[in-house]
């Protein structure tokens, strides 16, 4: 059962040193997060409230703020409020993610403008039952299925082993004042649904089902967690860092199985199955995206990017060196040639590297004729990372030297 002992103790194991920590309480006015303060207040735990007026139910959103913010001025709490405005662009649709997605950044601001550690949120039992039920319903896989996480980087939720009925009863024993939200009994929401129709019906196939629930939901937490590390060791023996992106082996991913593969990339934004295989017989040069990151397909690699990170090609400082006859280009250590050489009557410095152009021109040296450039950066068969290194080095008139640092114009030799 839930009482100030059995939460000290979920605390510990999630923080050990919690009496050290300052937290920021997530307290809506409900009952969960009413029992979360009360429980917190209990073991003298160094705290501070937030809470957010969404403005949904007229008077009622108005009279939880007022409990929560009189309960933390009676108590000496400090306490913090986002009060929702206009501004705040209300959707048609998908409120509960709007809400979500406001609060949390609520959250997150007020903790690192007062220093706090985490967030302590009063997510129970019956909230992860009904998390599991709608990623089960979405095909979400093994890391939807094992459900709310009790601690992230900076959120602990020390209520998710004790049911929603162990949290009443504590209200009920310990005379906790809170709000009942009416909009909760209303079935217009999916979580809504679950909570008053399909739990009370798996209690009453069986009696243990929410405690038999909490055990699979551990024995999956486990599974995944061993399933993440075993995935780790292979994305590992199948990559090459780059200061800028990441490069699988193409072949080594493609002899994986269909799981493996799905592992993987849905860590970068691919969580279709259908979309993940048709990056195997993509043509070399063809790219992919999600929200989070761009995808490059090689002949022997694929390249990952983060979108936070623009890919820049990789610079490359020239040294020149200029004598009375020539003007001497010091080429780096990933050329085959040691140094350029160029006729200092035929060309104009300064000289500059820059991006290919549709149409570019050159006359590359021991090749007859001339060739475009992007034809012959094409015939070198390049990686994608030797690719993103290729520029085009100029003179002040615009004039093509060479394609940098492949292959000198022939054009500009001393005869």
């Given at each position: ?88 662009e209300q959707p ?45 319903s979405k095909a ?23 049911s929603r009925e ?250």
């Amino acid at each position: 059962m839930l009482s100030s002992f059995t939460f000290a103790a979920s605390l510990r194991k999630l923080l050990p040193q919690a009496h050290q920590k300052t937290f920021l309480l997530a307290v809506s006015g409900g009952v969960d997060s009413m029992v979360l303060l009360d429980l917190c207040y209990q073991l003298q735990l160094s705290f501070e409230v937030a809470h957010v007026n969404y403005h949904l139910r007229n008077e009622d959103s108005n009279l939880d703020q007022t409990l929560v913010e009189s309960w933390c001025e009676k108590n000496k709490i400090k306490f913090h409020l986002y009060d929702v405005s206009e501004k705040d662009e209300q959707p048609e649709n998908s409120i509960e993610n709007w809400a979500r997605e406001i609060r949390y950044q609520f959250f997150k601001e007020i903790l690192i403008k007062n220093n706090l550690d985490f967030i302590i949120t009063a997510h129970h039992l019956n909230d992860q039952l009904e998390t599991f039920m709608i990623n089960l319903s979405k095909a979400a896989g093994l890391k939807g299925l094992k459900g709310i996480p009790a601690k992230t980087e900076f959120i602990i939720r020390p209520l998710l082993g004790f049911s929603r009925e162990e949290v009443e009863v504590y209200a009920k024993y310990n005379h906790i004042e809170y709000r009942e939200d009416y909009t909760n009994a209303e079935n217009i929401f999916v979580r809504n649904k679950i909570r008053n129709q399909l739990t009370p019906l798996l209690n009453e196939i069986n009696k243990d089902f929410l405690e038999n629930f909490k055990k699979s939901i551990s024995i999956l937490k486990e599974s995944k967690d061993f399933i993440d590390t075993q995935i780790d060791l292979i994305f590992k023996s199948l990559m090459r860092e780059h200061s800028a992106f990441l490069i699988l082996d193409r072949t080594k991913l493609a002899a994986q199985s269909d799981f493996v593969k799905y592992e993987i990339f849905s860590r970068f934004g691919f969580n279709n199955r259908t979309e993940i295989e048709k990056i195997f017989h993509a043509e070399n040069g063809k790219s992919f995206k999600t929200n989070s990151h761009h995808i490059k397909i090689g002949r022997e690699e694929i390249v990952i990017q983060s979108l936070e990170k623009e890919i820049k090609s990789e610079e490359f400082e020239l040294n020149i060196i200029k004598t009375a006859d020539f003007v001497i280009l010091k080429m780096p250590d990933s050329s085959k040639f040691s140094e350029w050489k160029f006729d200092v009557n035929l060309i104009k410095l300064p000289l500059q590297l820059r991006p290919m152009e549709t149409g570019d021109i050159f006359f590359p040296k021991d090749f007859n004729g001339k060739k475009k450039v992007s034809k012959f950066i094409k015939d070198e068969k390049l990686n994608i990372v030797e690719r993103a290194a290729v520029r085009v080095l100029v003179d002040s008139d615009e004039q093509i030297l060479g394609v940098f640092p492949l292959r000198q114009d022939r054009r500009f030799l001393k005869i």
